[in-house]
């Protein structure tokens, strides 16, 4: 990882802080590849860096350059933990793409901290909908997007590693950005 970084969040446990958010250059290729696949392989699911994950050869171009974005969550020693990113599809709409964090940083709530953090960054970035394609085998990732109101529906495309697409209008929380993944969001959603 590029030693030189700024962290634009800083999320508190107690007095000590843990992690960090910053934007993603290409400088961090190679990481980020490394978790992604990394948390793939740990599903019994297949990278695919010719088709599905040749997005993540050139971030800057492909988040940065299209006006979307591709965020790192950072370790209080520089290491990487997570990320995710926002891949413009059209005027309007993204697709959340390579939401990831290593297995001992899951379950102490860094996820829903992650898509709530996407979530209000997509709307600063003025897309009104947010998309994503999953696997069924990610059964707690899928949880966590129906616990902020995303819904199923069939793409005319899906990559070949998943079976489920998702969206969520973000019109639908009133301005709003669900701050804990909290049922109530999705109630507003059927």
């Not at 059964?139 to 997007?145: E, P, R, V």
Request: glycine share 10%; charged share 25%.
């Amino acid at each position: 990882m590029n030693g030189a970084y700024l962290l634009t969040e800083v999320i508190q446990q107690g007095m000590r802080p843990i992690v960090g958010w910053r934007s993603a250059v290409n400088d961090d290729a190679d990481e980020v590849r490394k978790l992604v696949f990394g948390v793939l392989r740990e599903y019994g699911l297949s990278p695919d860096p010719a088709c599905t994950d040749a997005d993540l050869t050139d971030i800057e171009r492909n988040y940065h350059g299209r006006g979307g974005c591709f965020e790192l969550l950072i370790e209080e020693n520089g290491r990487l933990g997570g990320c995710y990113g926002l891949y413009p599809l059209a005027a309007g709409l993204c697709e959340l793409r390579k939401m990831y964090l290593r297995k001992d940083l899951r379950g102490r709530g860094l996820g829903k901290l992650m898509l709530q953090r996407a979530l209000a960054q997509a709307r600063s970035l003025q897309f009104n909908r947010v998309q994503l394609e999953t696997a069924h085998v990610l059964q707690k990732a899928i949880t966590l997007y129906q616990s902020f109101g995303f819904r199923t529906f069939r793409p005319e495309h899906m990559s070949a590693r998943c079976d489920c697409a998702m969206y969520l209008d973000l019109a639908t929380l009133n301005g709003q950005t669900p701050a804990q993944g909290d049922q109530s969001y999705a109630a507003k959603e059927s």
